[in-house]
C-alpha cells in the first residue's frame, strides 16, 4: 500500500514563499497523476496544481498561476513551490496521486485514492 507524506509549510508573511515536498513509499499502481489541493476552514477542499507523472505537463488553479509551481523531485517525490503568498492562500495544504482518469476530473478531489497527512500555510498580512 503506498503513502504519501508531507514535509514544509509553515508560516511566512504576504510576498514571502514556501516549498513543500510530498514523499511516495511503499507500492502505488498505476500512478497517473499527481496533484496539490488546499483547503481553507469551512471551505471545500480546492484544486491548486496538477502533474501528469510521465510527461510532467501540468496545471493549475487560476488563483495560483504565476505564483506556484509544480514539479516532481526525484523519482516519486512532487514539490510545490509557492512565491509571492498571500493571505487568502492560507490553509491545509495536501498531496494526492490517482491512477488514470479523465482530464474533466482532474480538479475534483474525488478523483483521487492516495493523500498526504495535510500541512498547514499560513500567511500574514
Known amino acids: 500500500q503506498g503513502q504519501l507524506v508531507q514535509s514544509g509549510g509553515g508560516l511566512v508573511q504576504a510576498g514571502g514563499s514556501l516549498r513543500l515536498s510530498c514523499a511516495a513509499s511503499?507500492?502505488?499502481?498505476?500512478?497517473?497523476?499527481m496533484a496539490w489541493f488546499r483547503q481553507a476552514p469551512g471551505e471545500e477542499r480546492e484544486f491548486v496544481a496538477a502533474?501528469?507523472?510521465?510527461?510532467?505537463?501540468g496545471d493549475y488553479a487560476d488563483a495560483v498561476k504565476g505564483r506556484f509551481v509544480i514539479s516532481r523531485d526525484g523519482n516519486k517525490n512532487l514539490a510545490l513551490q509557492m512565491d509571492n503568498l498571500r493571505p487568502e492562500d492560507t490553509a491545509i495544504y495536501y498531496c494526492?496521486?490517482?491512477?488514470?482518469?479523465?482530464?474533466?476530473?482532474?480538479?475534483?478531489?474525488?478523483?483521487?485514492?492516495?493523500w498526504g497527512q495535510g500541512t498547514q500555510v499560513t500567511v500574514a498580512s
Open positions: 494526492a496521486s490517482a491512477g488514470i482518469l479523465p482530464k474533466s476530473t482532474m480538479t475534483s478531489a474525488r478523483s483521487y485514492n492516495y
Open positions: 502533474q501528469l507523472w510521465a510527461s510532467g505537463a
Open positions: 511503499g507500492r502505488f499502481i498505476n500512478t497517473y497523476i
